[in-house]
């Protein structure tokens, strides 16, 4: 089985730029996640989709972040305009009601500088 | 959502068992316990979901006592390749995906 892809890897950008993450989940995986993860904490959820619906994006900010999740598979998250505390890495992880727990990406790490 | 609680961080050395307790006092009746093991520079990793009593797979085993107020990760006869962050998670399991809250996690340092 094909894990959850992510890219870019990395990423290095001045504040106030933009910036687009993607992700592909695993194939027939409904449910698919967006984690920031700042150094030395835990990963933090941002948003949740279930197929191409939002189910929580309660903890988005929703002034500078979008995500989407057109046709129900990959997805994008976007960062407009980013500031120095977006430095973190951001995870894509997706579930299926069949197995338990999430696969997640190998993530991409952003710095804003 | 329950909160958990874990110990910041374990020392072990190779091929002894570790133990990892975590807490969660208010966990639900629709709540599952799950953990996960996370490495440097890579996504955290399912390791073992459990719901009450115990659970055991081929890395792992999972306790869970009556009151499921706690659980306990045993990890049997660890290696230098098992120093990792450790994520206890309590959350509901929908239908379709999962709904879970990440703390800091146990950093668990296994030495030579």
């Known amino acids: 089985e094909a894990g959850v892809a992510q890219s870019p890897r990395y990423k290095i950008i001045e504040k106030r730029q933009s910036v687009a993450f993607w992700c592909n989940p695993i194939?027939?995986?409904?449910?698919l996640y967006w984690y920031q993860q700042i150094l030395g904490q835990g990963p933090k959820l941002l948003i949740q989709f279930q197929n191409n619906g939002v189910v929580d994006d309660s903890q988005l900010p929703k002034d500078r972040f979008s995500a989407e999740r057109l046709k129900g598979v990959d997805s994008t998250l976007k960062i407009q305009p980013a500031k120095l505390e977006d430095s973190a890495v951001y995870l894509c992880a997706s579930s299926s009601k069949t197995r338990g727990g999430y696969t997640f990406g190998s993530g991409t790490r952003l710095t804003v500088v | 959502l329950a909160k958990t609680t874990q110990p910041i961080s374990m020392d072990s050395y190779e091929g002894q068992e570790v133990n990892i307790t975590c807490s969660h006092n208010?966990?639900?009746?629709?709540?599952?316990i799950t953990w996960y093991q996370q490495f440097p520079s890579q996504g955290p990793r399912f390791i073992i979901q459990?719901?009450?009593t115990k659970v055991t797979n081929e890395v792992a085993s999972l306790f869970i006592p009556a009151d499921r107020k706690s659980s306990t990760l045993s990890l049997p006869r660890v290696s230098l390749s098992d120093t990792a962050v450790y994520y206890c998670?309590?959350?509901?399991?929908?239908?379709?995906?999962?709904?879970?809250?990440f703390g800091a996690g146990t950093r668990l340092f296994v030495k030579a």
């Open positions: 208010n966990i639900a009746t629709n709540d599952y």
């Open positions: 459990g719901y009450k």
């Open positions: 998670l309590v959350g509901e399991v929908p239908a379709g995906g999962f709904k879970t809250i």
């Open positions: 194939s027939g995986h409904a449910t």
